[in-house]
């Protein structure tokens, strides 16, 4: 074993070699979240999960998941502090009435208010309509329906087109 001089600068290049996506994954994986569940919170494969936990392992030196998550842990008590909050919270100002039934969240907000899933549209032109977890299947069946759906739409215009051509000419 090293000395005990050498052995924050050791902590300190593990930390600083991971990644925030890795901190994500790591973050989660704390939270006792399987790869599929990380996946489905990041909005990302569970193949990318499982690649960003697997380097973060070998960066850390653990041999499985849970020595990763502890040592994690650690080193994220050690290195991931606020210094400094310069944030000043104003003092409460009272309780303000609600326009919305029961006190709770109007509709429009339970969607965006969500922290772990970033930013949404609040409403999408197709709504689920091209979700991320379409099978391979489906996305084919989509793209054809679209481009009969394109070429029928410039048949119509074409026709169209003819149609006046020919009312003008006489």
């Known amino acids: 074993m090293t000395d005990s001089g050498s052995q924050p600068s050791d902590e300190t290049a593990r930390w600083s070699r991971l990644t925030d996506k890795q901190r994500a994954c790591l973050d989660l994986l704390l939270e006792r979240q ?16 499982d690649l960003r936990i697997t ?5 850390l030196g653990a041999a499985n998941r849970d020595e990763a998550a502890i040592l994690y842990a650690r080193l994220r008590q050690t290195y991931d502090r606020i210094s400094c909050d310069p944030i000043i919270v ?3 100002r009272g309780l303000v009435p609600s326009s919305v039934p029961d006190g709770g969240l109007p509709e429009t ?6 922290p772990t899933k970033g930013p949404r549209v609040s409403n999408p032109p197709f709504g689920d309509f091209w979700r991320p977890d379409h099978t391979r299947i489906r996305r084919v069946w989509l793209m054809a329906t679209m481009l009969v759906a394109l070429a029928l739409l410039i ?12 009312l003008i000419s006489g």
């Open 34 to 49: 399987t790869s599929k569940q990380i996946a489905r919170r990041l909005d990302i494969s569970k193949q990318a999960v």
């Open 55 to 59: 380097t973060a392992r070998n960066i």
């Open 90 to 92: 104003s003092p409460d």
């Open 109 to 114: 907000m339970h969607e965006s208010a969500s």
């Open 155 to 166: 048949l119509t215009g074409l026709a169209i087109a003819q149609a006046l051509t020919r």
